[in-house]
């Protein structure tokens, strides 16, 4: 880690111009500049943000992101593929990042500088399963024994009149199965909304024998009950707990759950 602090705008410069020459050599590290700040943006339309104290990234991939001290969406930005240039004008240190399609130009005029830092960051090779119900829906297609022994999922978020539905696939008798993934207590709700997606295919496949089936860490007494009443099931899974095991199966190099002891 390369880290300057009170930089001026000399010092600052050389810094930059160091680590955006490591960036085209696509050696590049993590930047992250903390300063006061004014920003001009030419593109697909015109903006001005005037000085204040801003966190400024630039991103080996060319990605460049302005935050303030608030909120999680970034002020102004660049998608991936940004080249940027530094120098300094009239005593202040200028970076401009720049994208030729479609053309927009970022301008950051430093007025001053807290911190300039570069980090080197490792992508990681998989996706890490946090706990969010994408990554749960992730982790059921990726392990579909955790929904049940010849599960075969086809396909995730599968688009329905009535909504999206998280597993689409076929039973070990090959019957059409909808899955449906909470992360939190499932309730009458989300047992009503899981028969809103299988009662139309029912109605298109009456002697398919679609069935529908409702994961979490834990499902209601009344959800149960209504779930039984349209021929639904249920299967609670802690999150908490299987989770954990799928990280070790990574890095034992095993497929399956079923192998793992």
Known sequence: MQLVRDPDAATALTFLREELTALREEKGRLVQVVADCAIQYQGRARSMLHRGERLLLLKPDGTFLVHTATKAKPVNWQPPGATFHAEVEDDLLVLTAYRPKPEEIV???????????????????????????????????????????GFVPR???????????????????????????????????????????????????????????????????????????????????????????????????????????
């Open 107 to 149: 301008k950051v005029t430093f007025h001053a500088i807290s911190v300039c830092i570069a980090v080197p960051i490792r992508d990681a090779e998989e996706l890490s399963l946090v706990g969010s119900e994408d990554d749960l829906q992730e982790l059921l297609f990726r392990h579909p024994e955790l929904v049940e022994p």
């Open 155 to 261: 396909r995730r978020e599968r688009d329905s009149k009535r909504g999206f539905y998280d597993l689409d696939g076929d039973d070990a008798e090959g019957r059409r199965l909808v899955v449906e993934v909470k992360r939190g207590t499932a309730g009458v709700k989300e047992a009503q909304q899981l028969w809103r997606y299988v009662e139309p295919l029912r109605a298109q496949n009456p002697d398919g024998g679609v069935r529908g089936v409702l994961i979490a860490p834990r499902v209601a007494p009344k959800a149960r009950d209504l779930l039984r009443d349209h021929g639904l099931e249920w299967k609670e899974l802690d999150w908490e707990e299987v989770l954990p095991k799928v990280e070790r199966l990574r890095r034992v190099g095993q497929v399956g759950l079923g192998t793992f002891s």
